[in-house]
Structure formats: C-alpha cells, structure tokens
C-alpha cells in the first residue's frame, strides 16, 4: 500500500532563518505532488504542484520554493522566513490529474 | 476558477442526532467531488469521490450525495468519535488539482 511521510512535524523558526520540509512516498512510481498551507479560516490553499521529476509549478508568489529531485521527494524551501510563513503545510500526492489526494500528517511551522 | 463554499461553518449536535453537511460548489465541468475528514493537528482523510449527480456512496454512518450544484454530507445518529472538521473539493479538469472549501467544524456532544 501506498505511504506518505513528512517531517519535520513542528517546527519553530526565527525570523529570516531558512525553511527545508521534506515528504517522501512510498509504494508508488511518478505520483503527482502537492504542497498546501492550511491557515485558520482560509482553507487549504494550493503552494506547489509537480507531475515529474524537476517539474514543478507555483500557484501563488511567495518566498517559498519547492523542488522534486527524486520521483517519490519533494521539499518546500524556504531562504529567509517571514512571519507570515506561520502555518500548517501539508504534502500529498496523488496517482494522476484529477485523482483522489492523499495527505501527509503535517508539518506546524511557526516563525518567531 | 472553481468555488466551493460550506455550510454552516460550524455544528454542534447531541449524540445521535441526524443532520447533514452542504457543500455548494462552482466548476465549468465538474470531474470529480471529494470529502475529507480532519481531525484536529492532522492531515485531512479520504471518504469519499462522487462523480456523476444521482451518485451516493456510504461508508458507516456517513452518506454522501451529488446533484448539479451542490453535495451533502449526511451524518446518521453520530457519536462523539464523528467530531471533526469535513472538507469538500472538487475537481474541473485542471492541472493543479482540487479546490477545496473552508470545511465545517462538526462537534458532537455525548
């Protein structure tokens, strides 16, 4: 069966330090990958999305970044944080567009 | 752009009262209506896809229905375990995956 691991699970990070959270998926080849950022009152809301290796697409500006160097990896990064960054992130994956998403636990990032 | 709005924001329930969840939604083709559950610091679960209006997939005591506009999720005689916050996304056709609503936070009291 098909896993997803994210970590680290929380986090706190001071004000213009660097950001790396990885996810990983096992138990499936060349999956689609998503990074979410969940905020109180604001839903899910769509960061990255990659359908291959080296492959990824934005859906909104930022100072996050998000790359694919393996086909089941993907890590949200991040130069120097900002406050704003504060969060829950969430990776998932699906077998292709359109397909059911299936979440990771989560990662809480807190910028202080 | 996909919308999906979910009503009400909240429920509170006794144990055992039977009630249901809206999801409206706004899509050019709609190709797919996913429910999820979340329980508090944690991913969101997978219930249930809904495909086509007419559609209704069950699992315990969740229902989930699908007409034209909007879906419901009905709950029947729920327990405290059922406390949780559910998401409805749905899918247009699009690249970028699902659009998902702000969700309903479901409390049910013993």
């Known amino acids: 069966s098909q896993t997803i691991h994210q970590w680290p699970a929380t986090l706190v990070q001071p004000v213009g330090s660097p950001l790396s959270l990885e996810c990983t998926v096992e138990?499936?080849?060349?999956?689609?990958l998503y990074w979410y950022r969940q905020a109180a009152g604001r839903g899910l809301q769509l960061l990255f999305y990659?359908?291959?290796?080296?492959?990824i697409s934005s859906e909104v500006p930022q100072n996050l970044s998000a790359s694919r160097p393996q086909d089941r990896q993907f890590i949200l990064s991040s130069k120097k944080l900002l406050l704003s960054d504060s969060g829950f992130y969430l990776c998932?994956?699906?077998?292709?567009?359109?397909?059911?998403?299936?979440f990771g636990e989560g990662s809480w990032l807190t910028v202080v | 752009e996909d919308q999906v709005t979910q009503s009400p924001e909240a429920l509170r329930l006794q144990e055992g009262e039977s009630s249901s969840l809206n999801c409206s939604y706004t899509?050019?083709?709609?190709?797919?209506l996913f429910w999820y559950r979340q329980d508090p610091g944690k991913g969101p679960e997978f219930l249930f896809t809904?495909?086509?209006a007419g559609e209704e997939k069950e699992k315990e005591r969740l229902k989930a229905t699908l007409t034209k506009k909007e879906s419901f999720l009905h709950i029947t005689a729920p327990k405290p375990e059922d406390s949780a916050t559910y998401l409805c996304?749905?899918?247009?056709?699009?690249?970028?995956?699902?659009?998902f609503g702000k969700g309903t936070h479901l409390i049910i009291q013993p």
């Open positions: 138990g499936t080849s060349n999956p689609n």
């Open positions: 809904l495909y086509s």
């Open positions: 990659s359908i291959g290796i080296d492959q």
């Open positions: 996304a749905v899918w247009g056709g699009g690249a970028d995956g699902l659009t």
């Open positions: 998932a994956w699906s077998s292709g567009m359109g397909n059911t998403i299936y």
């Open positions: 899509v050019s083709g709609l190709r797919g």
